[in-house]
C-alpha cells in the first residue's frame, strides 16, 4: 500500500521560512518524478516546485522562484521543500506528489521511470503566512 505524507506545515509571518517534508512507502521511490502542488481557498491547484527522479532535474513556479527550494533524499524516501522569504499569497495546502511517468510545473517536465503513470497524493499540509 502506497502512503504519501506530509509534514511540516504551520503558520509564520511574512519574511519567515517553512521546511516541508514528505516521506512516501510502499513504492520504488527513485523511479518517481516527486514534486510539490499547493492550493489556496478558492484558487486552482498550481503547481509550485517538481523534481526528477535522479534529483538532477528540477523547475519552480514563477512565483517562488529564488525562495523556494526542492531536493530529495532517494536512500530515505523524502521529499523536502524550504520555503524562504514567505508571503502572505504563499498560504496554501501544500500536497507531495509522486509520478512515475513525469510532472509539469512551470516551463518544465520532471520525468520519472516509466511512460506509465502511477500517480499518488498526500493528504496535505497547510502553510498560512501572516502579514
Known amino acids: 500500500q502506497v502512503q504519501v505524507v506530509e509534514s511540516g506545515g504551520g503558520l509564520v509571518q511574512a519574511g519567515g521560512s517553512l521546511r516541508l517534508s514528505c516521506t512516501a512507502s510502499?513504492?520504488?521511490?527513485?523511479?518517481?518524478?516527486m514534486g510539490w502542488f499547493r492550493q489556496a481557498p478558492g484558487k486552482e491547484r498550481e503547481g509550485v516546485s517538481c523534481?526528477?527522479?535522479?534529483?538532477?532535474?528540477?523547475y519552480y513556479a514563477d512565483s517562488v522562484k529564488g525562495r523556494f527550494t526542492i531536493s530529495r533524499d532517494n536512500d530515505k524516501n523524502t521529499l523536502s521543500l524550504q520555503m524562504n522569504s514567505l508571503k502572505p499569497e504563499d498560504t496554501a495546502m501544500y500536497y507531495c506528489v509522486a509520478d512515475r511517468w513525469r510532472l509539469a510545473v512551470g516551463a518544465g517536465v520532471c520525468l520519472g521511470r516509466s511512460d506509465r503513470g502511477d500517480n499518488y497524493w498526500g493528504q496535505g499540509t497547510q502553510v498560512t503566512v501572516s502579514s
Open positions: 510502499g513504492l520504488r521511490f527513485g523511479d518517481y518524478a
Open positions: 523534481i526528477n527522479r535522479s534529483g538532477g532535474t528540477t
